[in-house]
């Protein structure tokens, strides 16, 4: 029973002492025993993932795991940010602990980035660090989260205040699983795709200006490229600065405005795709004005997101709320500084940037 699918694409992660591949291709959830390095004296795996997800992929995700002789287990957990809790991790914790998932054994993450970011610190933690398999199931999830071994959970006082940095062993990114997303998860996940383009490669951009409509119906060719593009981008990057003190801030292009409107506006208000294509039109818009960003740049920004589906205005918080969030932010070391695009496919960090000229800039989002 062999359908053809195109073979899946691998990307090599060259992190050093723990490199690992992420495979991108249509059902390749389906065939987790053959696509993940299973550890050698490995007995058993636990898909952790939520209902939802669960529901529409999970028995794709165990029978590819049981294929390769593995007993499988399943733990899901609730739907939803609030899943990155340190009461669903407990309660995590002690579902591994019935099974018992032994050290040589199998974590999986099958969903999005709430679920990846759980299940790899519940991997992380769990005998002091057992191998994590990360099924990527929404687009952020396969051109960000679950790439380059940042795993955590949130606080009330604070979001990914705890944490590890805890290498995945594959990241499974199978595209047809973005067939179910609801519209809005899948136009999120387009903005942090653009963000690909504007960093690193401009080919992202030329395949969205290209065909938004088909970009916003999940065309699948389309999007496995994107995704593959976007991951080589963030293969890179992490490759080069696994624990983020050089380039792999360049991926923050649009987040520090885009952080700064998810915490102002309440986590609720814009999906963080939504904050980042603001984040990213401000970005332009400053760069600009500094005079460091080729003319037009802003412009080209709106006109690529509009046809998204993905916010070009319309901003009602504060420009002077925005900036204190910025200026707290932990990475707001001697003064807020911002990743900058001199053009497509060309980003750099910033000096330290005026108050005056950022506020100016959010006034402009309104
Ligand atoms: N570790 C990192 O480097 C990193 C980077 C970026 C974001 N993140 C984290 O990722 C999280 C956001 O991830 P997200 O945007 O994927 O949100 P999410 O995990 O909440 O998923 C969005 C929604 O889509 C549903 N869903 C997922 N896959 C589906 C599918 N194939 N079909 C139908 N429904 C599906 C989920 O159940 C959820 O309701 C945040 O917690 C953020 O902090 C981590
Ligand atoms: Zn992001």
């Not at 794709?60 to 340190?86: H, I, N």
């Not at 294509?277 to 709106?302: F, K, N, Q, S, W």
């Amino acid at each position: 029973m062999t359908t053809m699918q195109p073979a899946p694409i691998r990307i090599p992660v060259a992190v050093p002492g723990a490199p690992y591949d992420v495979v991108v291709g249509a059902g390749v959830a389906g065939r987790l025993g053959e696509v993940v390095p299973v550890p050698p004296h490995a007995r058993r795996a636990v898909v952790v993932t939520n209902p939802g997800v669960g529901a529409r992929w999970g028995r794709a995700a165990r029978e590819g795991l049981a294929g390769a002789g593995l007993e499988v287990g399943a733990v899901e957990v609730p739907d939803g940010e609030t899943a990155k809790s340190p009461a669903v991790l407990g309660e995590l914790w002690s579902r591994l602990a019935a099974l018992p998932l032994g050290r040589d054994d199998l974590v999986v993450g099958l969903g999005g980035g709430v679920v990846t970011d759980l299940a790899g610190f519940a991997a992380a933690t769990w005998h002091r660090g057992v191998a994590v398999a990360q099924v990527p199931t929404t687009l952020l999830g396969q051109v960000d989260a679950a790439v380059g071994g940042k795993t955590g959970i949130n606080l009330p006082e604070g979001k990914n205040l705890v944490g590890a940095f805890h290498q995945p062993v594959a990241v499974v990114a199978d595209t047809a699983t973005l067939a179910t997303l609801p519209p809005r998860e899948l136009r999120s996940g387009l903005g942090e795709v653009a963000k690909y383009g504007f960093l690193a490669d401009p080919g992202v951009l030329d395949l969205l200006e290209g065909d938004p409509a088909a970009a916003v119906a999940g065309d699948p060719d389309l999007l496995t490229d994107v995704v593959v593009r976007g991951v080589r981008v963030k293969a890179a990057l992490v490759a080069a600065d696994e624990r983020e003190g050089g380039d792999r801030a360049l991926l923050n292009y649009g987040h520090t405005f885009g952080h700064a409107i998810e915490a102002v506006t309440g986590y609720g208000t814009y999906r963080h795709g939504e904050a980042v294509a603001l984040g990213m039109i401000a970005a332009a818009r400053l760069g600009e004005a500094l005079g460091v960003t080729e003319a037009g740049l802003a412009d080209r920004t709106v006109a690529l997101l509009a046809p998204l589906g993905l916010p070009t205005g319309g901003l009602t918080a504060d420009p002077a709320a925005l900036w204190a969030a910025m200026a707290r932010d932990k990475k707001a070391r001697g003064g807020v500084r911002f990743v900058l695009c001199r053009r497509p496919g060309a980003a750099f960090l910033s000096d330290p940037v005026d108050r005056a000229a950022v506020e100016a800039v959010l006034a402009t989002l309104r």
